[in-house]
Each structure stands twice: as structure tokens, then as C-alpha cells.
């Protein structure tokens, strides 16, 4: 299972000392970055960032999207939500930035979780998910801290890293784990060039 790594305009990918830099991405003082929102593509070792192209409008309540974890603080997880899988389907471009409180059932997360979650309230622009409700709200792709590698789904609630074989239980796992709603064609991304 590879990774698909969503970037955003400006996000620094790399280094012209590791990297050739492709189609989709700036190189300023060595520094490459993405021109896009969209998708980043490794090639041996050239890096191009291929732009989302279907976008839809910011998020509803009650509406179940996709995001990344980007980080906490204090009393919430910081979430970047993607796209929008349930009852619309198309990508949020930009990538809406939401909160997600620290409550029990939204615990056990971490940054680069790829996460269901469901839209709890808009209130003067500020967008707050949760992951409480139904069996496919929750993670559906994690990576061990230790080592990187996704995490594969074990017996229960639990997620086994296939590397180096240490277990984590503290996940609200969801019923879709392993999804990739990229890959499965639901939503359509990718600008078709040649
Ligand atoms: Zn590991």
C-alpha cells in the first residue's frame, strides 16, 4: 500500500540535491515546492505534483470527509480535510482546516493519520469534525512512528506494523480502514495530461 501525500501550494517537498524537480512544482533557492493542491508524484528521483482537478464548495454539517492530521494542541487536533466522500463526493480545494476536540472518542490519533470524519458544526468559518457516530468514522491509514510503514489491520481494534511488529491499540479504527477513496476511482482527481 503506498502512501498518497496531498500537498498544498508552497508545502516544501524536497531539495534539488535529492530531488529533479518535474511538472507542478517551483525550485527557488534549492528549494522545491508545490504549485498545486494535489497529488505528489516520485518518479526515481524526480518529484511533480499532479493538481486536483474536480473542486467542490466548503464543507456541510453531517457531511462525511476525508482528511489528514497536521497536528494538536492543547484541546484539539488540528485536521485537514480533503475531500468530501458522503452524500457529495469532490475534493475541497483548497484543503478546509478544521478542529477536531481532544474528547474520548476523537483520542489515539496522530499526525499523518488519514482519517473519516464526519462535519459537527460551522461556525463563523471555524469547521470542527469528530470522529464519534457511525463504524466508518475513524482512521483508515496510519504509519508506525517508529519505523513508517502502514500500519495493517489486526483482530479487533487493533493496528499491527508489519516491520517491526509493534502493536497499537489506542485508534478508533474505522470499518473502512485500508480504503483509498483516490485509487477506487470515487473521486476523480487527477488533470489527464498526454
Ligand atoms: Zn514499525
Same mark, same amino acid.
Given at each position: 500500500?503506498?502512501? /498518497?501525500? %496531498?500537498?498544498?501550494? *508552497?508545502?516544501?517537498?524536497?531539495?534539488?540535491?535529492?530531488?529533479?524537480?518535474?511538472? *507542478?512544482? @517551483?525550485?527557488?533557492?534549492?528549494?522545491?515546492? =508545490?504549485?498545486? &493542491?494535489?497529488?505528489?508524484?516520485?518518479?526515481?528521483?524526480?518529484?511533480?505534483?499532479?493538481?486536483?482537478?474536480? &473542486?467542490?464548495?466548503?464543507?456541510?454539517?453531517?457531511? /462525511?470527509?476525508?482528511?489528514?492530521?497536521?497536528?494538536?494542541?492543547?484541546?484539539?487536533?488540528?485536521?485537514?480535510?480533503?475531500?468530501?466522500?458522503?452524500?457529495?463526493?469532490?475534493?475541497?480545494?483548497?484543503?478546509?482546516?478544521?478542529?477536531?476536540?481532544?474528547?474520548?472518542?476523537?483520542?489515539?490519533?496522530?499526525?499523518?493519520?488519514?482519517?473519516?470524519?464526519?462535519?459537527?458544526?460551522?461556525?463563523?468559518?471555524?469547521?470542527?469534525?469528530? @470522529?464519534?457516530?457511525? &463504524?466508518?468514522?475513524? %482512521?483508515?491509514?496510519?504509519?508506525?512512528?517508529?519505523?513508517?510503514?502502514?500500519?495493517?489491520? *489486526?483482530?479487533?481494534?487493533?493496528? /499491527?506494523?508489519?516491520?517491526?511488529?509493534?502493536?497499537?491499540?489506542?485508534?478508533?479504527? =474505522?470499518?473502512?480502514?485500508?480504503?483509498?477513496?483516490?485509487?477506487?476511482?470515487? /473521486?476523480?482527481?487527477?488533470?489527464?495530461?498526454?
Amino acid at each position: 500500500m503506498r502512501r /498518497i501525500r %496531498v500537498t498544498v501550494p *508552497g508545502e516544501s517537498l524536497g531539495v534539488v540535491e535529492e530531488y529533479i524537480p518535474g511538472d *507542478g512544482v @517551483l525550485e527557488s533557492g534549492g528549494i522545491i515546492t =508545490s504549485k498545486y &493542491h494535489g497529488i505528489l508524484k516520485e518518479n526515481n528521483n524526480r518529484i511533480s505534483v499532479e493538481p486536483f482537478k474536480k &473542486h467542490i464548495f466548503p464543507p456541510r454539517v453531517g457531511e /462525511i470527509a476525508l482528511g489528514e492530521i497536521r497536528g494538536a494542541d492543547r484541546n484539539s487536533f488540528l485536521v485537514h480535510l480533503v475531500a468530501i466522500v458522503r452524500p457529495r463526493r469532490g475534493l475541497l480545494a483548497p484543503p478546509v482546516v478544521a478542529t477536531m476536540s481532544k474528547r474520548p472518542a476523537n483520542l489515539g490519533v496522530r499526525p499523518s493519520d488519514v482519517v473519516l470524519v464526519k462535519v459537527e458544526s460551522i461556525k463563523g468559518g471555524q469547521v470542527t469534525v469528530t @470522529l464519534a457516530g457511525s &463504524h466508518e468514522l475513524g %482512521v483508515i491509514r496510519s504509519f508506525c512512528p517508529h519505523c513508517g510503514t502502514p500500519l495493517v489491520k *489486526g483482530v479487533g481494534f487493533t493496528l /499491527i506494523c508489519p516491520s517491526c511488529g509493534k502493536i497499537f491499540l489506542e485508534k478508533k479504527i =474505522s470499518s473502512k480502514y485500508g480504503w483509498n477513496p483516490f485509487r477506487d476511482g470515487l /473521486i476523480k482527481y487527477v488533470e489527464r495530461k498526454r
